[in-house]
């Protein structure tokens, strides 16, 4: 979480959403045509610019297309309204569409999903990784039905263009 707390674009999202998931470290792997990924994570509830923890959840990733080697991320969901948290709660599935590169600590990377589209980042490292996802100009966080998800790559050596699913496993 503290990653992810350094970064200036995501400050309106920690003062305006209604909570987040963070996941600090899900590995990731695959070789031909088929891969996944686990990490968990919690579940915060942000009031005030204070966090306050709600429960644990795993996250369990399957995908297909081209993968070639593997890395490990951290990933933040964020969520708009108590409605988008609650149905977040439910444990649904989620699908992605996602092109990837990972060199070491450098990565770029795109990819639509259910969860909010992310667009394109880059960076040498975590610390060093742009994030993009709202405008600018009037510092309004953007979300994809009432959810917003950005990943910062930690390390590793990968090559993805892939179809997926999420799903996460909620634990009190």
């Not at 990784?129 to 917003?148: H, I, Q, R, S």
Request: hydrophobic letters at 40%; aromatic letters at 12%.
């Amino acid at each position: 979480m503290d990653t992810f707390k350094k970064q200036e674009t995501l400050k309106t999202y920690f003062e305006q959403s209604f909570g987040c998931a963070a996941f600090s470290t899900v590995a990731k792997g695959g070789i031909f045509f088929a891969g996944g990924a686990y990490g968990t994570g919690d579940i915060y509830k942000l009031t005030d610019g204070k966090e306050e923890h709600a429960g644990k959840v795993d996250l369990v990733q399957a995908i297909l297309g081209f993968v070639w080697g593997g890395e490990v991320y951290s990933e933040i969901i964020f969520f708009e309204t108590a409605e988008d948290y609650a149905r977040f709660t439910l444990g649904n599935l989620e699908f992605s569409a996602d092109v990837k590169a990972v060199a070491l600590t450098a990565a770029v990377s795109a990819n639509a999903t259910t969860l909010g589209n992310q667009g394109i980042q880059m960076g040498l490292t975590a610390e060093q990784t742009l994030v993009k996802g709202f405008n600018a100009l009037d510092a309004k966080p953007e979300y994809t039905k009432g959810m917003k998800v950005f990943t910062l790559t930690l390390g590793g050596l990968m090559y993805q263009a892939t179809v997926g699913g999420q799903k996460f496993v909620i634990k009190g």
